[in-house]
Nanobody, 118 residues
């Protein structure tokens, strides 16, 4: 089992910045990809950004504003969010995909609230 714990959410004004962290623990081997998703009230959970050995993928609404990074030594993935907009308001979830031979497991954190408002 893998446990993911997010931190860094909060309230910020439009145009402000916020940084999120996600620390992985447990059976943390063979995790090629980690990322961030978000879910606003009444909406489906959507991709924000993913990082893997091949590079990074960003959703169109956050390109140029958000940056994902990963520290393998600390088993931590980060999301730096700049120029925040009210439409960025959502619960942000950390995600990890683990591969063990033929098995593929997906893990989620508990989520952290990000609110962008004046």
């Amino acid at each position: 089992q893998v446990q993911l714990v997010e931190s860094g959410g909060g309230l910020v004004q439009p145009g402000g910045s916020l940084g999120l962290s996600c620390a992985a623990s447990g059976s943390i081997f063979s995790i090629p990809a980690m990322g961030w998703y978000r879910q606003a009230p009444g909406k489906q959970r959507e991709l924000v950004a993913i990082t893997n050995p091949g590079g990074t993928v960003y959703a169109d609404p956050v390109k140029g504003r958000f940056t994902i990074s990963r520290d393998n030594a600390k088993n931590t993935v980060y999301l730096q969010m700049n120029s925040l907009k009210p439409e960025d308001t959502a619960v942000y979830y950390c995600n990890a995909v683990q591969v063990k031979g033929p098995l593929r497991n997906t893990y989620w954190g508990q989520g952290t609230q990000v609110t962008v408002s004046s």
